[in-house]
């Protein structure tokens, strides 16, 4: 049983479009919200994290916004370019040093 | 990779038959994990360590085991291989920090 549920699937989207992942949880001792790109290949990579006490968080064209109340958070991917089309992964941190996936968003950007 | 390293990067085996997959890594990171990528699932922990010597169950840990008699190496074998273990491994390390960074994977396949 999935703890944090991911979607869509997949997305196309317009280069310079905004790209738009939804993740929800139910366990409230997870206290980290990271966000993960991956790349054919390639293993994950950490993009953007944020902490419950923060309502939203921004990185360049990459944004997280997260709702603690409805246990909910997302990414937004602004200006979305051909080299961001890739699969995103959000995941959930708690104090037992594991991570929690969503099951993954595969993002095209077509220019 | 973060100074991760994992061996095989492919292999193809027969049902039945033992396999063993090997992560290193070179930055003496004290949590070691080892996950599996499934299309629909995303990755889902199979086992971790949190020292020499010291390891516990993830969510998906049966037909799987794992040793770790060094700081830098972490075995996951399978002591019988099934179809249903082709998949896409990953190795992750972590100072415990909530960061966790990926080894580039290896592809398995179980005829």
């Known amino acids: 049983q999935q703890q944090v549920k991911q979607s869509p699937q997949s997305l196309i989207v317009q280069k310079g479009g905004i790209s738009i992942i939804n993740c929800a949880y139910e366990n409230t001792a997870f206290d980290y919200f990271p966000w993960y790109q991956q790349f054919p290949g390639k293993g994950p990579a950490l993009l953007i994290a944020i902490r419950p006490d923060v309502s939203e968080k921004k990185e360049g064209r990459f944004t997280i916004s997260f709702n603690k109340s409805a246990k909910q958070f997302s990414l937004h991917i602004m200006d979305s370019q051909p080299g961001d089309s890739a699969t995103y992964f959000c995941a959930a941190y708690s104090n037992d040093y594991k991570l929690s996936f969503g099951a993954g968003t595969t993002v095209t950007v077509r220019a | 990779d973060a100074g991760i390293t994992q061996s095989p990067r492919h292999k193809v085996t027969e049902t039945g038959t033992p396999v063993t997959l090997r992560c290193h890594q070179t930055?003496?990171?004290?949590?070691m994990y080892w996950y599996r990528q499934d299309p629909g699932h995303g990755l889902r922990l199979i086992h971790y360590?949190?020292?020499?010597?010291?390891?516990d169950k993830g969510e998906v840990s049966d037909g799987y085991s794992v040793s770790r008699s060094k700081t830098e190496d972490f075995l996951l074998t399978l002591e019988s291989a099934t179809s249903s273990q082709t998949s896409v491994y990953f190795c992750?390390?972590?100072?415990?920090?909530?960061?966790?960074?990926f080894g580039p994977g290896t592809r398995l396949t179980v005829l």
């Open positions: 992750a390390i972590s100072l415990g920090d909530n960061e966790q960074f």
């Open positions: 360590s949190y020292g020499v010597k010291d390891t």
């Open positions: 930055e003496n990171h004290r949590y």
